[in-house]
């Protein structure tokens, strides 16, 4: 039982910003090219993967050109993908502040997803310059639902690294899981294909994925000028879901970090 | 009593670890009340209870492995109680080591501000500190330098510097400023003093006995978790002392023990058995008149073959302050060799040139490297000076007064 009159909690704020852009300064620092690795990655991989399936095996993606249908995802998922992978070692990786000082926990892995927004934002503003050289709507009315899509999406990645971060101090084949975890989970996305490309049968199945929901919104919105598809509902369910379900065993087992080490 | 008035209250504090690398189960994450059988557990504090109003300081001795540390966890919130409570009624601010959240590449500059945040302050509020923590600090040529090309001395002021500015109601300081130099230690305690002036509650722990009785108002003795001893800072460093000797006995009956439970002060291969002061007379005297050489006499069991062991001998007021302190080794004096299983009888004179009063007279038997000890009483016997010429403070010079 711990008792203390002083609610410190509010002062942590300046401790986010300034863990978060440590975090940002310290992953470019002696980097040529910086920031630009944000969008080199992305880029990369959606050239090897237009290639092969506009080459290879043509994959049809309707009226939109293969390049800003991919890339438009490959965004999206590579927030969604390294926030985990850093999120789940975010604790491991500061032990010693662990260890050493109390500050909110939580703090280290909402930094660490906020450090790839920043990824993000970069690589984000080269999916606008692609939208308007191929002609697609810009700047409709469904573009306001852009944060709500990204909101859900970080509330999910948050509810996940909250505990893959905790199990990570306890396991440390959480790290090797997660890797496997995010490969697998890539080719259940329509990332690379259209979800049309799935079985009939597969379809209800296949949208319990939230990050399903998630993508589709982003290409209905940001290619078709539409609003989001209907299957964000499910997701916007499962992400706050999971987001409280992560809160909840953070706060239950957090107690237990400095003891581990 | 009442509870409120306390800014720092242990009640029943106590804090179990697992020993060794035990599998962790799901249950036991979860924090199921049965714990497995097969696990082994070490109590690194059990039943401590302590409280301190406004003002207070609290210093905390103890060998290492006694559970000074783990309180400072528990207090700072770093580490949760097994059983137990505390409360804490205001900010604090915790010191476990200096510059932990520092970041080696970050500027002295850049590191303010991320250990300032770190330990809870708002921005603005390092802002507005900020010239006080460089001029404290004293780095102010460094301030733009990567702190990973500092001295370990310049690190460790820097880490103070921020966290004593922190301005807390509450300050847990534990045995961190061993690194600095004598000059930044002083400057440490002095503003420490100041804190507790200003009735910041403080917490402290050191081997440095003199930092204690100067900062602390009260001071407790830690021994394999259990608080052994609570009273005056002096009385508390006599009775350290005498636990140390006790469990270097013990320790030595029972062998080798399991590392980080006990700490090894002394070897005790060699004991000091028996220590008698005798007067001009020869014969064995506890009061003796100031002025007078008294000769002390040990009696010494070497239990393994000692090669030039150093003597020394201390005399101390029972509130702490050094009297006197001199060795074999700074006399220049090469003691012989002795050998295993045999016993010998040392002998110094001592002009007990001192005012009235009672004083403590100790022994140290230290290895020829000066890096352990073989033995190490302060406090072996208490006796009296008597029949001075009314001078008061320590020593006794016999001014002789002349109108010239």
């Not at chain 2, 049965?34 to 109590?43: A, E, G, L, P």
């Not at chain 2, 006694?66 to 900010?91: C, F, H, N, V």
């Not at chain 2, 006995?249 to 220590?275: C, N």
Request: with cysteine; net charge neutral.
């Amino acid at each position: 039982m711990i008792k203390s009159r002083a609610n410190q909690s509010h002062a942590y704020r300046d401790f986010l910003i300034a863990w978060t852009s440590r975090i940002v300064r310290a992953r470019y620092q002696q980097s040529i090219l910086g920031g630009l690795w944000a969008i080199i990655q992305p880029a990369a991989t959606v050239a090897v993967f237009t290639i092969i399936f506009t080459r290879f095996i043509p994959v049809d993606t309707g009226e939109i050109p293969y390049v800003v249908f991919s890339y438009s995802a490959m965004v999206p998922w590579l927030l969604f993908s390294a926030s985990i992978t850093d999120m789940v070692e975010s604790l491991v990786m500061n032990m010693n502040l662990v260890t050493k000082i109390f500050f909110p926990r939580e703090i280290l892995v909402l930094a660490a997803l906020l450090a790839r927004v920043f990824d993000f934002a970069i690589a984000f503003s080269i999916l606008i310059v692609l939208i308007m050289v191929y002609r697609l709507p810009v700047l409709h009315i469904g573009w306001l639902f852009l944060p709500v899509i990204l909101a859900i999406q970080m509330a999910l990645s948050l509810g996940l690294g909250l505990i893959g971060a905790s199990l990570n101090v306890f396991y440390r084949d959480i790290k090797h899981m997660i890797g496997l975890g995010m490969q697998l989970w890539f080719y259940a996305t329509p990332i690379i294909y259209p979800p049309t490309l799935v079985p009939e049968a597969w379809r209800s199945l296949y949208h319990l994925n939230p990050m399903v929901g998630v993508i589709e919104s982003y290409r209905a919105v940001l290619l078709r000028g539409q609003l989001p598809s209907s299957s964000l509902l499910i997701s916007a369910a499962l992400a706050a879901g999971i987001l409280v379900a992560g809160y909840l065993f953070f706060r239950l087992v957090e107690h237990q970090f400095a003891d581990v080490v | 009593m009442d509870s409120m008035e306390y800014t720092v209250q242990a009640i029943n504090l106590s804090k179990r670890y697992r020993i060794g690398h035990a599998p962790l189960s799901l249950r036991s994450l979860l924090g199921s009340k049965k714990y497995s059988q097969v696990d082994r557990y070490h109590w690194a504090v059990k039943d401590v209870c302590f409280g301190l109003k406004p003002g207070e300081s609290l210093g905390i001795i103890g060998p290492n492995g006694a559970g000074k540390t783990t309180i400072l966890k528990l207090l700072s919130r770093i580490t949760y109680p097994t059983e137990g409570e505390i409360s804490m009624d205001g900010r604090f601010s915790a010191l476990i080591e200096l510059g932990a959240g520092f970041h080696p590449d970050l500027t002295g500059r850049e590191n303010i501000f991320l250990n300032g945040t770190i330990l809870g302050m708002r921005r603005e509020e390092i802002q507005e500190r900020f010239d006080r923590i460089v001029e404290f600090a004293g780095i102010g040529d460094y301030l733009d330098t990567p702190v990973k090309r500092y001295s370990s001395g310049m690190y460790a002021r820097l880490g103070f510097s921020v966290a004593a500015h922190v301005d807390p109601e509450i300050l847990l300081v534990d045995e961190v400023l061993a690194v600095g130099d004598m000059a930044f230690q002083k400057k440490c305690y002095d503003h420490m003093l100041k804190l507790r002036d200003k009735g910041t509650t403080l917490i402290f722990i050191s081997h440095n006995l003199q930092a204690i009785q100067r900062v602390c108002s009260s001071c407790m003795v830690m021994y394999r978790g259990h608080k052994v001893f609570e009273g005056s800072p002096a009385e508390a460093t006599a009775e350290y002392s005498n636990i140390i000797r006790r469990s270097a006995v013990e320790l030595s009956h029972l062998g080798p023990v399991e590392s980080g439970i006990a700490q090894r002060v002394m070897t005790h291969k060699g004991v000091i058995q028996d220590i008698a002061m005798l007067n001009q007379d020869g014969e064995p005297a506890l009061t003796v008149h100031s002025g007078e050489t008294v000769r002390v006499r040990a009696k010494i069991a070497f239990h393994e073959t000692s090669p030039s062991p150093v003597f020394a001998c201390l005399i101390q007021k029972p509130d702490g302050q050094f009297v006197y302190n001199y060795t074999t080794y700074w006399a220049d004096l090469t003691t012989p060799t002795f050998e295993a299983n045999t016993t010998a009888e040392i002998e110094f004179s001592l002009k007990i040139n001192l005012v009235e009063g009672m004083y403590y007279l100790g022994l140290n038997l230290a290895y020829s490297d000066l890096s352990r000890y073989y033995d190490r009483i302060d406090r072996a016997l208490d006796f009296f000076v008597v029949g001075g010429d009314g001078a008061r403070g320590v020593a006794d010079l016999r001014a002789q007064f002349k109108v010239l």
